[in-house]
T-cell receptor
Framework: EAQVTQNPRYLITVTGKKLTVTCSQNMNHEYMSWYRQDPGLGLRQIYYSMNVEVTDKGDVPEGYKVSRKEKRNFPLILESPSPNQTSLYFC??????????FGQGTRLTVV | TQLLEQSPQFLSIQEGENLTVYCNSSSVFSSLQWYRQEPGEGPVLLVTVVTGGEVKKLKRLTFQFGDARKDSSLHITAAQPGDTGLYLCAGDTSGTYKYIFGTGTRLKVLA
């Protein structure tokens, strides 16, 4: 089954404690991206990647890092999380035009 | 952060009624996508439009891309309770795969 898998689904952490949200796709897609979804602000792109070792900033990259060492994986790293990064996060992938498949989401709370 | 303007924000209608949702911007889009999102889940891609004036149909849903590629509409004929959800448009204005999302139209179809 074609899918994008995110882990964990839910995470509560403390300010400053480094964390990684994993994202994996099984469709051999070149394009992958990360979004955060906040009430009243909609979905905002954090980072995207056109292929292995090729990443670029979206609209809200501050406080986040990504890496694309393999085609299937695109982890999101928060080196020092802060409460304003509390949000619902989605990973997505596609062959090209627009994010086509989204993961189930990761609900992150930073206290 | 530029957002696509969607209207209306909320819509509550009876089963069997028709409706139209709009997605507008002052920017020209290389491509535009429509999604439906249900609570606690990731958005599901409904359609991608790339050519000005393009019309695509998906069962009872009709999508239109404006001639100038700055706006789009989604028309649902004879809405059903299963159409309930958050409808999102998203687009890439620069051909760089840097996508922006609209704030969404929350649709509720009453049986």
């Amino acid at each position: 089954e074609a899918q994008v898998t995110q882990n964990p689904r839910y995470l509560i952490t403390v300010t400053g404690k480094k964390l990684t949200v994993t994202c994996s796709q099984n469709m051999n897609h070149e394009y992958m991206s990360w979004y955060r979804q906040d009430p009243g602000l909609g979905l905002r792109q954090i980072y995207y990647s056109m292929n292995v070792e090729v990443t670029d900033k979206g609209d809200v990259p501050e406080g986040y890092k990504v890496s694309r060492k393999e085609k299937r994986n695109f982890p999101l790293i928060l080196e020092s999380p802060s409460p304003n990064q509390t949000s619902l996060y989605f990973c997505a992938s596609s062959l090209g035009t627009g994010p086509a498949f989204f993961g189930q989401g990761t609900r992150l709370t930073v206290v | 952060t530029q957002l696509l303007e969607q209207s209306p924000q909320f819509l509550s209608i009876q089963e069997g009624e028709n409706l139209t949702v709009y997605c507008n911007s002052s920017s020209v889009f290389s491509s535009l996508q429509w999604y439906r999102q249900e609570p606690g889940e990731g958005p599901v891609l409904l359609v991608t439009v790339v050519t000005g004036g393009e019309v695509k149909k998906l069962k009872r849903l009709t999508f239109q891309f404006g001639d100038a590629r700055k706006d789009s509409s989604l028309h649902i004929t004879a809405a059903q309770p299963g159409d309930t959800g958050l409808y999102l448009c998203a687009g890439d204005t620069s051909g760089t795969y840097k996508y922006i999302f609209g704030t969404g139209t929350r649709l509720k179809v009453l049986a």
